[in-house]
């Protein structure tokens, strides 16, 4: 019963900005670490950024500067701030969390993804 759901992906032009949300519905669970992946045609998934329950962050060198991640446990919702997009930005952005249950267990659950596409 658990849902990443994403939105705010769509077509801007070059140097433009969209701002990703993920929101994770259901109940039962904790959240610990969220993250932002994406994957191009052809190409492998790949981490975009990460964040911890406690806000450290981590992001693909290639993104550093131009994208934040953050949080709001209240909502439990990650967000990706996506500045100064560049065509090789387009890809299928996917919303990753560890969920945590009352008993321990953990599992990384993915959402379905949010097209983001960049024109030149």
């Known amino acids: 019963q658990v849902q990443l759901v994403e939105s705010g992906g769509g077509l801007v032009q070059a140097g433009g900005s969209l701002r990703l949300s993920c929101v994770a519905t259901?109940?039962?669970?904790?959240?610990?670490?969220m993250a932002w992946y994406r994957q191009a045609p052809g190409k492998q998934r790949e981490l975009v950024a990460a964040i911890t329950s406690g806000g450290s962050t981590n992001y693909a060198d290639s993104l550093k500067g131009r994208f934040t991640i953050s949080r709001d446990n209240a909502k439990n919702t990650v967000y990706l701030e996506m500045n100064s997009l560049k065509p090789e930005n387009t890809a299928v952005y996917y919303c990753?969390?560890?969920?945590?249950?009352?008993?321990?267990?953990?599992?990384?659950?993915w959402g379905q993804g949010t097209q983001v596409t960049v024109s030149s």
């Open positions: 990753n969390a560890d969920l945590r249950r009352p008993w321990g267990a953990s599992a990384h659950y």
């Open positions: 259901g109940s039962g669970f904790s959240i610990n670490a």
